[in-house]
């Protein structure tokens, strides 16, 4: 499932200037089987602000610590459109450090 607390796997990156977007799936494990079961998959995941600052790379396990959905719908189409986020994240088993943080860049004021 897409969500905060989610671990996803990121399979392809492509950058878009100031912001990522990611193919990424999550997993859950079949209760009945014990095998684990992709429920999430998604092309088009768009890595923005801190989460673009993390440089994300295929094949990286992360935790999703904050993330969203929006839609959109097209009255002459008739179809809705999802764009899914992720804020920020972790690496599992490893913590990254943001190349860009919003604290670096502002200057000391008295």
Not at 11 to 18: Q, T
Not at 25 to 50: H, L, M
Not at 88 to 99: F, M, N
């Amino acid at each position: 499932m897409f969500g905060v607390g989610s671990y996803a796997t990121i399979w392809k990156v492509e950058s878009k200037g100031n912001y990522d977007v990611c193919q990424l799936s999550t997993q859950k494990k079949n209760r009945e089987t014990g095998v684990y079961e992709t429920d999430f998959a998604e092309q088009g995941v768009r890595f923005v602000g801190k989460a673009h600052g993390f440089h994300p790379q295929e094949k990286q396990k992360i935790k999703i610590t904050n993330c969203g959905v929006t839609n959109k719908y097209n009255k002459e189409t008739r179809k809705k459109y999802y764009t899914f986020v992720v804020f920020d994240y972790e690496l599992v088993g490893e913590q990254p450090q943001a190349s860009n943080t919003i604290e670096e860049d502002l200057p000391f004021i008295f």
